[in-house]
């Protein structure tokens, strides 16, 4: 009788957990599909790009597929006591946590490499905003993370002298991301709406500062709260992953209801 109890404490348990889990991962999907398909009142709404708001949405749609993934395989393998789908439940699990485990390795090892990385993509894209080679989506990021950071550029606003149209300018343009909405200076808008480019009326009102270190220094002030709950996801697998194989090593054949799907 103790080993029947516990048996169905464990099952229910997991049962329970992953029927969360299946919920959870239908809202996230379809929040990201939400987002896909109504993008214009999104970006009215968070002032984000259309090119952010397609990355999350696919973000978001891929992480609810496979949180719905896990649910169905935790709840059907725990309630019908299927070894078959336990066992892929904690495959799954353990490709997970050894991927994060990974990426946390890798983003370490290679810290300088992704800085240097980012900073040459910025740059390029920087260098096309702009032009008849520009990627607008890239471009709208970018404005989107200049406006909110309150900084130009990458390393400096003097970045952006490597644009084509800004350096061969008769006179003083400069992207309408960079105004520093502090400074009281006439500006221009050159393009229609969206502008991209405004001109200035003697000395540039832009933000002097970079991107670069305010990026960093949004990074060093989340970095607990990311660290937090990565750690929290890597202990939650952890226990699923032990609940499920001892769920898997405790159902014998008596238990086994393969014989009905086969």
Known sequence: MSRKGCLSVTKY???LFN???FILGSIVFGFGLWILFDQNNFASTLGSSYYALKIWSYVFSGVGILTMLLGFLGCL???KEIKCMLGLYFAFLLLLFVGQVTIAILIQTYSNTISSTVAEHVKTVIASYGTN???PDHG???DFVQEQFHCC???SWTDWMENSRVRNASNKLYPCSCHNISVLH???NVTAKPALFCEAQGQFPTYKKGCRENVQAWLNNNIISIVGICLGIALLELCLMMVSM???RTVGPNYDKLARYS
């Open 133 to 135: 080679a520009s990627l």
């Open 140 to 142: 709208d990021s970018w």
């Open 13 to 15: 348990f997991l049962f």
């Open 186 to 188: 006439p500006a221009s």
């Open 246 to 248: 001892f769920l898997c």
């Open 77 to 79: 393998g725990s309630l």
């Open 19 to 21: 029927l969360l889990f």
């Open 153 to 155: 550029g990458w390393t």
